[in-house]
């Protein structure tokens, strides 16, 4: 057995990485021995892994900050914490929140603490570090917040919900988007050709055979290595990987891992936009297709209840509530019974009046959030809740709405750097018909009454 080095990451020599290609008797995984060594070697948008993005300049510094690495599966999260490792002079920790313990880390921490009082860094990887409650979580605050250690955690769910706010306001948050199918096959061509790492050109595959792997992978490089691999590995010599080919390899596979039965967004996107045109007969085929294959029902309940709000909205005030409650039946009695409820969700979605107003003013509210993240209130919508804001003006000419004759003062409630906005344009259709009505009406009653207030001379 070959003695520990001690090193974090010690995976072996290149020439052990390479041993599948080579003929060594060692193998580790095509995955593991052609995952990237350097930032330039990662694939994926340059604004996130190029060398002058934020990562890139940071690793090129070795001024690592606290980072928490978000992203699904087979995106890179392991990948650059390898690079980091790899690159840091400081002291790098390895732990996954899985089997990591309170104590086993705390006397970590207390380690760190001393040898950063020793003039040594050290960075803590902590894998899946959603899976932390809150409570051990808050462990790690103090000494991040003290530089005792720089945390870089890894995780697939969203952190804004799985992270506390203080340990999440201390990190640097890095998007790691799912792999494009076009990254995918750059990804697995490189590894079919490469002579140390990869597989040395053991089997040829046309493009189709590795578009469709790319697809099949979902974003995740693992995912697409590993089936290439496979592949390589079933096929006779000289045997060109096609098409037919991997679906008689991965017919089962697909059914298990990917449950869809194919490209899983493919079938989402398609029961997506099949209810979206209204074509009840298209949204119960997909939705089916889904089921039938084994989907995870509460992804596809999820999916429709983001449906009613997005595509149906307010022209039918019922698509949301009738969405939940079949979210709550699937819940309640499981599958296959769960089907029929999600069948008679989808139906109503599909024939009910479509509008995507309340959509387009969210994400237009949302643009003008990022242009203008800190504006204040106008005065006099603050309260004025000391004599000292009173001073200042705050709540100066505020008129409660209730004792008006007309329901509103026509106060100015934006920011005065975005002026008038007109977010929510409803379409006209459905109940929405007269949502336009009330709101046309109401916008024009508000501008009279604002002009009214406003002084003669033009002064605010």
Partial sequence: MKPA??????????????????????????????????????????????PGSFLGKAIAADRIPSLILWGPPGSGKTTLARIIAARTKARFLDFSAVNAGVKEIREVLENARRSRDRGVRTVLFLDEIHRWSRSQQDLLLPYTESGAITLVGATTENPSFELNGAL???????????????????????????????????????????????????GDARRALNALESAVSQ???????????????????VLL??????????????LHKALRDSDVDGSLYWLARMLEAGEDPLYVARRLVRFASEDVGLADRE????????????????MPEGALALAEVTVYLALAPKS??????????????????????????????????????????????HD??????????????????????????????????????????RKELADRRRPKDGSK
């Fill in 5 to 50: 080095s001690g090193d974090l990451f010690d995976d072996g020599s290149p020439a052990e990485l390479a041993g599948t290609a080579s003929g060594n008797a060692l193998h580790v995984p095509l995955a593991e021995r052609f995952r990237p060594r350097e930032l330039a070697e990662v694939v994926g948008p340059p604004e996130v892994f190029g």
């Fill in 168 to 218: 999440l306001s201390r990190s640097r948050v890095i998007v790691l988007p799912p792999l494009g199918e076009a990254q995918l096959v750059m990804l697995t061509r490189n590894a079919l050709a490469d002579p140390e790492r990869g597989l040395a050109g053991r089997a040829p595959a046309d493009d189709e055979a590795l578009a469709w792997i790319a697809r099949f992978a979902d």
């Fill in 235 to 253: 096929a006779a010599e000289g045997e060109t990987l096609t098409v037919p080919f991997l679906e008689r390899l991965f017919a089962r596979k």
């Fill in 257 to 270: 891992h990917d449950k869809s039965g194919e490209a899983h967004y493919d079938l989402i996107s398609a």
């Fill in 319 to 334: 698509a949301l509530r009738l969405a939940l409650a079949g979210r709550d039946a699937v819940h309640f009695i499981g």
């Fill in 356 to 401: 995507n107003a309340l959509y387009v003013a969210y994400q237009e509210v949302a643009a003008d959030v990022q242009r203008f993240p800190n504006e204040p209130p106008p005065l006099a919508i603050r309260n004025p809740s000391t004599a000292l804001m009173e001073k200042l003006g705050y709540g100066k000419g505020y008129q409660y709405a």
């Fill in 404 to 445: 008006l004759p007309e329901g509103t003062a026509g106060l100015e409630t934006l920011p005065s750097r975005l002026g008038s906005r007109n977010y929510y344009r409803p379409a006209g259709k459905g109940a929405e018909a007269d949502l336009k009505t009330r709101a046309e009406a109401i916008r024009k009653l």
